[in-house]
């Protein structure tokens, strides 16, 4: 018997809508798992020991392709390689950051990405540790490669809403990213220090912002994003609050799309999901 967005609701997830699945509510945590094959076990609440059967059903649903949606990821990727499909090689260093390495007679870049390296050669990318990188990665990734940006991070930070064309995404930053984070780490403010240090994060001690946290990541050389984080306050009836601040450059270097990606990679590494 396939299983509905109502029936996961209803009859396997705890709805509570804490937001650790990285969705912002339990139905559409559901939703994703019956559209886009969201693994059950994201939920980290559900009933472990209801779990592989439930997955299980609609495992074989998702093979009879009923109520998937058309593979968004797998279109997105295509397009994605295709814009960087001219790109050179030597290039990138100078317009991306990285290096370039012999290896097999074949050149390759080796570009740091958080904490890892990722490996680009004109066919591929993937990682020099060899864990995956999800589609959407890969997706923002050959963006980057293909938006032919060369400015370095003037250090003038702008809020998603300063950059030009972003009204129709504020509303999936918001529900996608910073939604999550702030359910994951409200009064919890050290665990997000940890979380971001363990992902390369940087404190930085600067409170003209009036921030509880602010942390700098350089997921990629060209491209810095700060997270600024305020705790709750039950004193002052006041709830905790994240902010992605980016470099004013960054379009030179992401689509607009792949900026809300690589925020929603940021936020799934800092609340230890999987991609
Ligand atoms: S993790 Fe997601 S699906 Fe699970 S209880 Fe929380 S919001 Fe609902």
């Keep these: 018997m396939p299983l509905s967005v109502p029936d996961i609701y209803q009859k396997l997830l705890p709805k509570t809508n804490c937001g650790d699945c990285g969705h912002s509510t339990c139905l559409a945590f559901a939703s994703m798992v019956v559209s886009e094959k969201i693994p059950l076990a994201n939920c980290p609440h559900i009933d472990r020991a209801r779990l592989p059967s439930a997955q299980q059903q609609i495992d074989a649903q998702h093979a009879a392709g009923k109520w998937t949606r058309r593979d968004m990821a797998a279109d997105a990727l295509q397009w994605a390689k295709e814009r960087a499909a001219s790109m050179d090689l030597a290039d990138l260093p100078e317009r991306i950051g990285g290096r370039l390495v012999e290896n097999k007679g074949q050149q390759r870049l080796e570009l740091p990405y958080f904490t890892a390296t990722i490996v680009i050669t004109p066919d591929a990318i993937s990682r020099k540790d060899g864990e995956p990188l999800n589609r959407w990665e890969q997706v923002f990734i050959y963006n980057h490669l293909a938006q032919g940006g060369r400015r370095h991070p003037t250090g003038n930070w702008k809020g998603l809403v300063e950059l030009p064309n972003t009204v129709s995404k504020m509303k999936s930053m918001r529900s996608n990213v910073e939604v999550p984070l702030i359910h994951h780490f409200a009064g919890r403010s050290s665990e997000l220090i940890a979380a971001g240090r363990s992902i390369g994060g940087e404190v930085i001690q600067d409170t003209d912002a009036g921030a509880d946290v602010r942390l700098l990541f350089r997921p990629l050389p060209r491209i810095p994003v700060m997270v600024q984080f305020w705790d709750a306050d039950s004193q002052e009836a006041f709830g905790a ?29 800092l609340c230890d999901k999987k991609g």
């Design 241 to 269: 609050e994240v902010k992605f601040l980016f470099d004013e450059t960054i379009t030179e270097h992401l689509d607009i799309e792949s900026i809300l990606f690589l925020s929603e990679r940021l936020m799934q590494l």
